[in-house]
């Protein structure tokens, strides 16, 4: 049950990162992050209207609070960061978010990977090396230094710090209430909290035209993204499904090539199934 509901959170979470990028060059990057967030609200709602409203645990509204409160910065950053760099020099070092995980079971439960942790982390890292491979011109450390002068790489990065927490806090209250309970209550608070962000996006840079329909789609987007990975955390271990959400990585390179004409696709794509390798093997 849960995998095939991962492998539809992997390509709607390619889909929204692309489409993200594509509506951030007509609007705002904080109207296209509010939009990303809040605008799943309908597609939650109806299926919520279907459930019905399930029992609410005591543990749901801290966990709720802290996961929109931190997604406020990473839901920024992430449109950010695909606004200035090209997809595939940014999307794939979400694969970070477990290896974070690792850091910080190690120095808070003093936990440390084993041998295939080890391996993942190695990969990952080599992954993160073969994406700038076409800089080795410039000797062995060039790559690991246009890591650091991308900048939504580096955005990027801080997003995957921030996931690696919140990857927790979204388990609790989902399972404290509902896939679509949560995500509804998300969308609105989120909403709420962000219009300030919203107001000032839309007076520094109006909606180019034709834009704000496309928004909606957006929305949809994120909406399966959210829906099918909550539901799938409910049948497996988080980090199984995150697993395969990161299989999303690759297709991410692909739509790159295929819609932003993006270069370098054959060292970004190696780069990218490393990472994803990685993550696998830290999964298990």
């Known amino acids: 049950m849960w995998l095939p509901l991962a492998v539809i959170t992997a390509l709607a979470f390619a889909m929204t990162s692309s489409y ?13 992050t509010w939009a990303m967030m809040t605008l799943t609200l309908p597609w939650s709602l109806a299926l919520l209207a279907v459930h019905g409203i399930p029992p609410i645990e005591d543990a749901f509204l801290r966990a709720a609070m802290i996961s929109v409160i931190l997604n406020m910065i990473a839901g920024t950053l992430q ?14 070092f979400l694969a970070f978010t477990p ?3 690792i850091a910080t079971s190690a120095i808070v439960l003093k936990e440390f990977p084993d ?9 990952i890292a080599a992954g993160a090396y073969a994406i700038n491979l076409e800089k080795i011109r410039g000797g062995l450390l060039a790559p690991i230094r246009a890591i650091a002068a991308e900048r939504g790489s580096l955005l990027m990065l801080v997003v995957a710090l921030i996931w690696s927490v919140t990857a927790v806090y979204d388990k609790v209250a989902t399972v404290a209430s509902s896939p679509a309970f949560y995500t509804s209550f998300f969308s609105l608070v989120f909403g709420v909290l962000y219009a300030p962000a919203l107001v000032v996006g839309l007076r520094r840079r109006p909606l180019a035209r034709g834009v704000a329909p496309r928004l909606w789609l957006l929305g949809l987007f994120s909406a399966v993204m959210i829906l099918t990975q909550f539901t799938a955390i409910q049948f497996t271990l988080a980090s199984y499904v995150i697993a395969i959400k990161r299989t999303g990585l690759v297709v ?11 270069k370098h696709v054959r060292a970004r794509m190696a780069g990218a199934l490393l990472m994803m390798a990685g993550v696998v093997l830290i999964s298990l």
């Open 20 to 32: 993200a990028k594509a509506l951030s060059r007509g609007a705002h990057v904080f109207v296209v």
């Open 79 to 92: 449109v950010k960061a695909v606004s200035v760099s090209p997809l595939s020099l940014t999307v794939p």
């Open 99 to 101: 290896l974070f995980m």
């Open 115 to 123: 041998a295939k942790g080890l391996a993942g982390i190695v990969l």
């Open 252 to 262: 991410s390179v692909v739509l790159g090539y295929v819609f932003f004409r993006e």
